[in-house]
C-alpha cells in the first residue's frame, strides 16, 4: 500500500477528480466524449502505471529468494501438468478428438492466459477484502485516480512473466510437433485472444472479490475460482450437456483457452467462437463493474 500512499508521481495528478460513489475519474476542463480529454487521461494513467511497474521491479528485487522460489514452484507445477496429459495419451491416441501434442498446446495456452492473469491482476484483487477490512481502501477512494483502476493496478507480478515464456517454450514445441508453422495474422489473433481471455479471468475474479463488501473476508471465493483454471486446459469437446454450458456461458472458462488453441492449431476456431469469447468478456465485465459500484454505494467505509 505504501507504494501509492508515499509516491507523489501518483499523488501529483492534477486536476483529476474521482466519484467515491461510482469510481470514475473525471478532468476539469475537458469536455467528456473529446479526443483531447480521451488522450490527456490516457497519458496520466500510463504515467501512473510506469510508476507502479517501477514500484514493483523495487519490491521484486527486494526479495530476490522469494523470487525464484515462486518461480521454480510455477514451473514445477506446469510440469507436472504435462507430466498427466503424457501419463494419459500412453492410454490413448485421442481425447474427445484432440491429439496428444494438440492438448499439450491448450494444455501451454491455458498457462500462458493464467500467467498473465496472475502477473497482472491476481495479488492486487485478492487484496481487495484486506482493504476493505483494514481501511485502506478509504484512501484510495480519496486519491483524484479512478479507485478500480488502482486497486487493480497496483502491484506486479514479475515471476508470473517468466513463467508465461516457458507456457509459450510449450506452444511452440507442440507446433513443432504437429508440423505446423503458424501464420503472422494466426500469431496476432492468438495474443489478442489470450488478452481477451485474461480479461474475462480479471472481471469474474473483481466480482466475486466484491463479495468483500459484504462479508469480512473473499479470498476464499477467489482461490476457489483460481482452482478451476485447471478446467481451461481441458478440450471443450470432452464437456456435454449441463457441464458445457455452464463452463461455457455461465463461467466461460473453457472459451478462454480453447478458442487461442484452436487458432494455432488445424482446429481453426471460427468466427463465431471468437464473437462468443469477446462477448462474453464484455458481458463479465459489465456484470463486474455494476457490481463494484452498487458496492461502492453501500459502501460506509471502515470509520463508520
Not at 500512499?5 to 486536476?15: A, S, T
Not at 514500484?55 to 527486494?62: C, G, K, L
Not at 492449431?265 to 469469447?277: F, M
Request: hydrophobic share 50%; net charge positive.
Amino acid at each position: 500500500m505504501g507504494l501509492v500512499e508515499g509516491d507523489p508521481k501518483i499523488l501529483g495528478v492534477w486536476g483529476m477528480r474521482n466519484d467515491q460513489h461510482t469510481g470514475r475519474t473525471r478532468v476539469p476542463g475537458n469536455r467528456e466524449g473529446t479526443w483531447d480529454g480521451f488522450w490527456t487521461l490516457l497519458t496520466r494513467y500510463l504515467g501512473i502505471y510506469t510508476v507502479l511497474w517501477r514500484n514493483s521491479v523495487m519490491r521484486e528485487m527486494s526479495f530476490k529468494l522469494n523470487f525464484v522460489l515462486w518461480i521454480v514452484a510455477e514451473m514445477m507445477w506446469f510440469a507436472l501438468q504435462l507430466c498427466f496429459m503424457n501419463v494419459l495419451y500412453s492410454h490413448t491416441e485421442s481425447i474427445a478428438g484432440w491429439s496428444k501434442w494438440e492438448v499439450v498446446l491448450l494444455v501451454g495456452c491455458s498457462h500462458f492466459i493464467q500467467q498473465l492473469f496472475t502477473a497482472l491482476f491476481l495479488s492486487n484483487v485478492t487484496e481487495l477484502s484486506e482493504l476493505i477490512r483494514t481501511g485502506r481502501l478509504d484512501f484510495l477512494l480519496l486519491l483524484p485516480v479512478n479507485a478500480r483502476f488502482l486497486i487493480s493496478f497496483r502491484k506486479v507480478d514479475l515471476g508470473a512473466f517468466v513463467n508465461a515464456a516457458t507456457a509459450v517454450g510449450v506452444i511452440i514445441y507442440a507446433l513443432i510437433q504437429l508440423n505446423q508453422v503458424p501464420r503472422i495474422v494466426q500469431v496476432v489473433v492468438f495474443l489478442l485472444l489470450c488478452l481477451v481471455g485474461t480479461f474475462i479471468h480479471y472481471s469474474l475474479v473483481f466480482l466475486l472479490a466484491t463479495v468483500s463488501f459484504w462479508t469480512v473476508r473473499a479470498q476464499g471465493i477467489i482461490w476457489g475460482y483460481y482452482n478451476l483454471f485447471n478446467i481451461a486446459r481441458l478440450p471443450d469437446t470432452a464437456f456435454r450437456g449441463f457441464y458445457k454450458v455452464v463452463f461455457t456461458f455461465v463461467l466461460p472458462i473453457l472459451l478462454v483457452s480453447n478458442v487461442p488453441a484452436r487458432w494455432l492449431s488445424e482446429k481453426s476456431g471460427s468466427l463465431a467462437s471468437v464473437g462468443l469469447l469477446v462477448v462474453m468478456a464484455l458481458a463479465c465485465f459489465g456484470m463486474s463493474e455494476a457490481a463494484w459500484r452498487y458496492s461502492l454505494r453501500h459502501y460506509t467505509s471502515a470509520s463508520s
